[in-house]
């Protein structure tokens, strides 16, 4: 295992993992969810994201994704799999990843040595993984892995996304940060998601949201007033997250080594500066409003 520069392993992940959540956004997604008969958009992610661990029910989706409203699950989940089982959601979303590469990429990104060699390497560091504590983690790493390179990719920037997630749930938890508090957190930093896609898409009311900020100011994470703003106590808790997540998920880029992740990282961000140019990410999903 080599020493890698400091946190190296988080800028991997930051161009790798778009590459596996451009699906979530994608319209192509929508259609193949539909030819199965899953046609509401909370529905078709819940079962998309969650077909891996089999028929589960709302607890154990709400569990393993943190951040939603366990009442937007509850809504959709176990009821979704009435519709469509775990093995008809896999192969559609399958399906809809190699249409949304295609059109994002271009078949000459698709095709390319680069998008082979890059699936060597994702694939390559997916080896040092654990799946203790990290059942989303674990329930994708027992799928079979694609044969087609781009496809290939996707799977292993699933695995090694969902590998850190689960271990940035462990940190959220060891900061005495709930799901929302999480959020706003995070949100708070300039990095996180919109607050009216948060609610949107998580399910949260405003109510909510200024429930979890009041929640945040009185341990003095969250600067009193309207401005969403971390004090520096909020600040350094922050850091101390993604710190303790780095530390856990160091594994599979120590196992690739400095060498490989760089290279990693490097082709993970031609791929991403196309996709996003491509419109792979809605502007709505990010800011603060």
Do not use: Q
């Not at 997916?126 to 994708?140: G, I, Q």
């Not at 969902?162 to 940190?171: K, S």
């Amino acid at each position: 295992m080599d020493t890698l520069p400091a946190r190296a392993e988080r800028r991997c992940h930051n161009a790798v993992n778009p590459l596996h959540s451009c699906l979530f956004f994608s319209p192509d997604l929508g259609v193949e969810m539909g030819k199965i008969g899953i046609e509401d958009p909370a529905a078709a992610y819940f079962a998309t994201r969650a077909a891996a661990l089999g028929a589960v029910g709302a607890g154990a989706v709400t569990a393993a994704f943190y951040n939603f409203n366990p009442v937007l699950v509850a809504r959709h989940v176990p009821a979704v799999w009435e519709t469509a089982g775990p093995e008809a959601v896999l192969g559609a979303r399958l399906r809809a990843a190699d249409t949304t590469l295609r059109r994002l990429l271009g078949e000459e990104a698709v095709a390319s040595a680069e998008m082979a060699e890059a699936a060597r390497l994702a694939l390559r560091a997916t080896e040092a993984c654990t799946p203790h504590a990290r059942p989303l983690y674990a329930a994708h790493a027992d799928l079979p892995v694609p044969e087609e390179p781009h496809l290939a990719f996707w799977h292993a920037a699933t695995l090694l996304r969902e590998h850190r997630g689960d271990a940035h749930l462990a940190a959220l938890l060891t900061a005495d940060l709930d799901p929302l508090e999480s959020l706003v957190s995070h949100t708070a930093t300039g990095k996180g998601m919109a607050i009216g896609w948060i609610l949107s898409s998580r399910g949260w009311r405003r109510t909510d949201w200024e429930a979890a900020c009041g929640r945040l100011r009185e341990r003095g994470l969250l600067e009193a007033g309207e401005e969403l703003a971390l004090t520096d106590a909020g600040t350094a808790l922050r850091a101390e997250v993604e710190e303790a997540t780095d530390r856990m998920d160091v594994a599979p880029y120590a196992h690739l080594g400095a060498d490989g992740v760089e290279r990693l990282t490097e082709l993970a961000r031609r791929f991403l500066f196309t996709a996003a140019a491509a419109g792979a990410f809605p502007a709505a999903a990010t800011g603060r409003s």
